[in-house]
């Protein structure tokens, strides 16, 4: 029997056996072109095929070619291609090299269906430009956040011990694992710039070049999270004024700098007057005229500033009830809409607080149309699981992307991105599956998947996934692997969100670490993340009429629609209103009700996910995989638990209300 090797994550040998046992011909040339012809050649060793390289007489089955393909059909552009199938013959045209590449890994996932029948050509084109993922490794191991923050999935691939690990294979299979989602660009380290880090952008650059040496085979752009304090901390200048023309000359020869050391670098990304980094704000600036300074150091070369939103005060006293976070990205960004240059990108999380399991889309993606947004997704599991818990999260991001905040017919949310991009906070770490919970490879994958395309259904691009992964045809019993993997990760979002924090009211997790629960572990805390529950009722009013008036930072029709508890939906409704215990939901229960029945519910369905799991038959996926996932399951079962009693026993307490189906409540 063939067991899958899930080290090599979705892209085991295997998975290149129809490519790999074929005839195939390259034309053209290029360092890209390269990486094309070296993975045709590693599979075709491998599988007996052959692949050549320019002209030949020998009959082939698969074409790649570089070529213009014709204008009048609109031409491939730097990353699309045309794929065709005729007379026995498939083929792969490209305008450039990046869009032969990501075509190959277009057959790779098709498998036999590219060597089948007839295609007519099929045009493949990114519907976003710039698609990066942000990796959050530290050079050193942090002493709270550890080398990888909100990493789940052990040590940082790139550094260790404080150094560039000698060993970088991982980084080089890494980037061959991005590529094949259809990932352009890296942030390679935190945005919390601490002092080792700060010196990547100078006296560590060569770090930064090896790294970028191993991603630009495969079509990636290297960026770089930078401090906005460099030019005290490294230049020894008395300031970072972002208009003081010492700390413009500053950024600009040091900009020059990286660009004679890395040509290709994509620019920088700044987090900054957040969390305690620092920002414009010290010198009564602002974040405009921050980011426009970078912008226009990085402009010679074509680089680009990706300037993150997540702006908010994170020392909010709790009795405060007139300051309310979700507002403060909106607060400080939409009045500086059009001032931001052409090369500088907002980059917005998707929701107004933080990576929720739910939370409504971020009015900021709305209310800057003279500005490149690009958002922010969540790979790593921060609030939903953590890599323990099985939570695949491309339904939730399906969600996003695909809302439509100005209402029917009109772009949404995936459209606005497409002016500035769609990043994804990485989840992989040097744990031998990468990702800690071999399942959550999947968000990565998803997550590439919809950046290049958004309308992709997540159970269509889960089975893509599923297929690479695991080769279900080089196991005993195909459709019971499919099947198992499909009800174990398909609704896995939606059960994560039955037995944590109740209707989109948020956090409810452990302070500090955000694992597990704890109802009142941020209430009264400096972060600005409450539920206001007591005896009558819980939720945050944000309405306009009574609340933070938060609701106001919507269009038509969704700033009526979140208004009022009749039209909000339930999913939501704890994040816009404060309700009482008996409010009756659209669902038809009381909102107590339902907090106690999607908490026996989501428990439950975590232990029939363990089930599910016991009953795969032996063999079908590698042993040390199974048992990986199934100590993983043991926690996620464990954990879902202690969030359910904990909550129901919280709500029973605080409510009085007893459950009306006399089910156990501590
Ligand atoms: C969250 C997370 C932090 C992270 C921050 C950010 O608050 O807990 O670890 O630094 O988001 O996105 O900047």
């Not at 570089?66 to 045309?82: I, K, R």
């Not at 607080?353 to 969540?378: C, G, K, N, Y």
């Amino acid at each position: 029997m063939k067991r899958q090797d899930l080290h090599a994550a979705w892209l085991p040998p295997a998975a290149f056996r129809s490519v790999g046992s074929r005839h195939t011909v390259v034309h053209g040339d290029g360092p890209l072109l390269d990486t094309v012809l070296a993975e045709l050649r590693e599979a075709a060793g491998r599988y007996g095929g052959t692949v050549r390289h320019g002209d030949g007489a020998e009959p082939v089955d698969l074409v790649l070619a570089l070529s213009a393909v014709p204008a009048e059909s609109g031409g491939t552009g730097d990353e699309g291609f045309v794929l065709a199938r005729r007379d026995g013959v498939t083929t792969l045209l490209a305008d450039a090299p990046a869009g032969l590449l990501h075509g190959l890994f277009h057959v790779v996932r098709l498998g036999e269906p590219a060597f089948t029948g007839e295609r007519p050509a099929e045009h493949h084109r990114p519907a976003l430009h710039r698609r990066i993922v942000d990796d959050w490794d530290n050079v050193d191991v942090h002493p709270v956040m550890g080398q990888v923050e909100r990493g789940y999935a052990g040590g940082s691939i790139v550094w260790r011990d404080g150094a560039l690990r000698e060993d970088l294979s991982r980084v080089a299979g890494y980037a061959r694992l991005l590529a094949c989602c259809g990932i352009n660009g890296l942030v390679v380290n935190n945005v919390n710039v601490h002092a080792s880090e700060a010196h990547l952008l100078t006296d560590r650059l060569g770090e930064v070049a090896a790294v970028a040496g191993l991603l630009r085979p495969y079509g990636i752009r290297i960026h770089l999270s930078v401090n906005f304090a460099s030019p005290v901390q490294l230049g020894g200048l008395p300031t970072a004024d972002p208009l003081d023309e010492r700390v413009r000359e500053w950024w600009a020869h040091t900009t020059r700098g990286v660009y004679e050391t890395i040509p290709d670098f994509g620019g920088y990304l700044v987090k900054a007057d957040s969390e305690g980094q620092p920002g414009p704000f010290a010198y009564g600036r602002t974040h405009a005229d921050g980011a426009n300074m970078l912008a226009d150091a990085l402009a010679p070369f074509g680089g680009v500033v990706h300037w993150r939103a997540f702006v908010y005060n994170h020392r909010q006293d709790w009795r405060d009830r007139g300051t309310d976070r979700a507002r403060a990205a909106y607060d400080h960004f939409v009045p500086l809409d059009g001032e931001f240059r052409d090369n500088a990108v907002l980059q917005v999380k998707h929701g107004p607080l933080d990576f929720q399991t739910r939370e409504p889309v971020s009015p900021v993606i709305t209310a800057m149309p003279r500005t490149r947004v690009a958002v922010e997704l969540q790979a790593t599991q921060e609030y939903t699981g953590q890599q323990r818990h099985v939570c695949y999260l491309a339904p939730m991001w399906r969600t996003v992307l695909g809302f439509r905040p100005w209402g029917e017919d009109r772009p949404d949310v995936a459209q606005v991105a497409a002016g500035g991009g769609l990043v994804g906070v990485s989840n992989v770490g040097d744990d031998p599956y990468w990702t800690g919970h071999p399942l959550a490879q999947a968000n990565l994958y998803a997550f590439g998947r919809l950046a290049w395309d958004p309308t992709l259904d997540p159970a269509a691009i889960l089975d893509e996934w599923i297929e690479l992964t695991f080769r279900p045809d080089d196991t005993a019993d195909p459709q019971t692997l499919r099947r198992t993997l499909h009800e174990l990760m398909d609704g896995s979002w939606q059960t994560y969100e039955q037995y944590t924090a109740p209707l989109g009211v948020g956090f409810m997790v452990s302070p500090g670490s955000h694992y597990g629960p704890s109802v009142d572990g941020y209430e009264y805390s400096p972060w600005g993340t409450y539920h206001f529950a007591d005896r009558d009722g819980i939720g945050v009013d944000r309405t306009r009429a009574t609340g933070t008036g938060y609701t106001g930072q919507y269009p038509a029709p969704w700033s009526d629609i979140y208004e009022s508890p009749d039209t909000c939906p339930d999913e939501l409704l704890l994040f816009f209103h404060h309700v009482p215990y008996h409010h009756v939901l659209h669902s038809g229960r009381t909102v107590i009700q339902h907090i106690y029945d999607t908490h026996f519910e989501g428990a439950r369905r975590t232990e029939r996910m363990r089930e599910l799991w016991r009953d795969l038959p032996a063999g079908l996926v590698d042993p040390a995989l199974y048992a990986r996932v199934s100590e993983r399951l043991d926690e996620q079962v464990r954990s879902a638990h202690e969030w359910r009693d904990q909550i129901n026993t919280y709500f029973l307490r605080k409510s009085g209300v007893p459950d009306a189906h006399g089910r156990r409540i501590y």
